[in-house]
Antibody
């Protein structure tokens, strides 16, 4: 069965950095685009970033552009999110999600359980 | 990219049908048949209920159905049950090859 397991969350000071990982299993990882989606405490879902199945193309929400970097290692079935210059408003549960397509950001059919990132001094 | 507009809350009696709307623009909902709906219970990850406007993933009850007209998509829950109480979010593909989520709707079974 499809499994997505996020890790790497924690408490970080404003201006700091953090790298999240998402370990995938149960499907052919290299065939599908992948997303990161976040949810601030008590708030709605916010799309963060998407990467093609090949890793060649990446897309970002304006709120994180220039600060966050999505990447993937298809040999390790793992998705990453490098987060720099973190702000208090980046505090959220971060989910990775698998798309049903390889090169179109269309829908997340499977989601991980999420990892909490808290930006606070 | 502005969030898609959903009603903050929708309620109905058990057994009734309710409909949640999701209004976007001709750069997202109106332009593509890539509208999806998610159900989220408190403290849980979102669950896909409808994709590509009308399709149900395997295992999702046929009480859930989707549709679209112009820039507005809709999710209908027929025969509302207590277990359907949750937050519901729509999302759409955009012209920037990104996703945009709706503002979210809290469904209550009275």
């Amino acid at each position: 069965q499809v499994q997505l397991v996020e890790s790497g969350g924690g408490v970080v000071q404003p201006g700091g950095s953090l790298r999240l990982s998402c370990a995938a299993s149960g499907f052919i990882f290299r065939n599908y685009g992948m997303h990161w989606v976040r949810q601030a405490p008590g708030k709605g879902l916010e799309w963060v970033t998407y990467i093609y199945f090949t890793g060649d193309n990446k897309y970002y929400a304006d709120s994180v552009k220039g600060r966050f970097t999505i990447s993937r290692d298809n040999s390790k079935n793992t998705l990453y999110l490098e987060m720099n210059s973190l702000r208090a408003e980046d505090t959220a549960v971060y989910y990775c999600a698998k798309d049903i397509r390889g090169n179109t950001a269309s829908v997340g059919d499977y989601w991980g359980q999420g990892t909490l990132v808290t930006v606070s001094s | 990219q502005s969030a898609l507009t959903q009603p903050a809350s929708v309620s109905g009696s058990p057994g009734q049908s309710i409909t949640i709307s999701c209004t976007g623009t001709n750069s997202d909902v109106g332009a593509y048949n890539y509208v999806s709906w998610y159900q989220q219970h408190p403290g849980k990850a979102p669950k896909l209920m409808i994709y590509d406007v009308i399709n149900r993933p395997s295992g999702v009850s046929d009480r859930f159905s989707g549709s679209k007209s112009g820039n507005t998509a809709s999710l209908t829950i027929s025969g509302l049950q207590a277990e359907d109480e949750a937050d519901y979010y729509c999302t759409s593909h955009t012209s920037s090859n990104s996703l945009v989520f709706g503002t979210g709707t809290k469904v209550t079974a009275l």
